[in-house]
């Protein structure tokens, strides 16, 4: 998987300026963190936590969880030298960074829940990240949402001003949307393919290439 220096060059190569004579390595970085973003939303990187609770009580802080966008499951009680089969979901509630477990016994302390819970994904050197967790598949999807971020930004900001590039606003308006109109449609790809690891009934999304079997043909 590759780090932040790798796909910023990529980034630039597709703006055309691998000098950076239009683009700071600022601007490129802003755009990766905005794809990256989207492309979260799109497949959330699953992880898993377990909190060892310090008190009684059906309120539980998730501050723990570092990168914690959403909560999908909750394992209590859960004991990893024993665990049970099946898991024992429980009924659970969510505000801000307190958990709140609403069915079965009261949470004792030193009990331990289990969390399965979605965060952003990383790109190494990224915001000071040291992993990068998209898959190599993929990386080539937040590459062209980086770019079509800092054509759209660089749009709105070159409006009467002087600069090294000859392109007007109106051009970079013009390829940013491009670009996002793109990153967007290979965001539907993603999110489909992700649904339809949870479920094969999800629709196949043809239009760009994708085949009855859930294969992909080509398209981004």
Not at 17 to 39: C, I, K, P, Q
Not at 127 to 145: F, K, Q, R
Not at 182 to 196: C, G, I, K, Q, Y
Not at 202 to 220: F, L, S
Request: proline share 4%.
């Amino acid at each position: 998987m590759s780090s932040l220096a790798v796909l910023r060059d990529l980034v630039e190569l597709d703006l055309d300026d691998s000098s950076n004579d239009v683009f700071s390595t600022e601007d490129v970085d802003r755009g990766m963190g905005r794809a990256l973003v989207d492309y979260s939303h799109a497949a959330p990187l699953q992880a898993v936590g377990t909190i060892v609770l310090s008190a009684d009580g059906r309120e539980i802080s998730l501050a723990t969880l570092t990168g914690l966008t959403r909560v999908v499951k909750v394992w209590f009680p859960y004991d990893s030298s024993d665990p049970d089969h099946p898991p024992n979901w429980v009924r659970w509630s969510k505000w801000s960074d307190k958990l709140y477990i609403i069915s079965g016994e009261e949470p004792a302390d030193t009990e331990v829940v289990r969390v399965f819970y979605h965060k952003l994904h990383t790109i190494e050197d990224l915001a000071g990240e040291s992993t990068t967790s998209i898959g190599v598949e993929d990386e080539e999807v937040v590459v062209l949402g980086a770019g079509a971020y800092c054509a759209l930004q660089k749009a709105r900001g070159s409006v009467a001003k002087a600069g090294v590039s000859t392109e007007t606003p109106e051009h970079w308006l013009k390829w940013g949307m491009e670009r996002m109109n793109a990153f967007s449609e290979a965001l539907h790809l993603v999110r489909t393919r992700e649904l339809r690891k949870i479920d094969k009934r999800v629709p196949v999304y043809q239009d760009a290439g994708w085949g009855r079997g859930g294969e992909y043909r080509g398209g981004i």
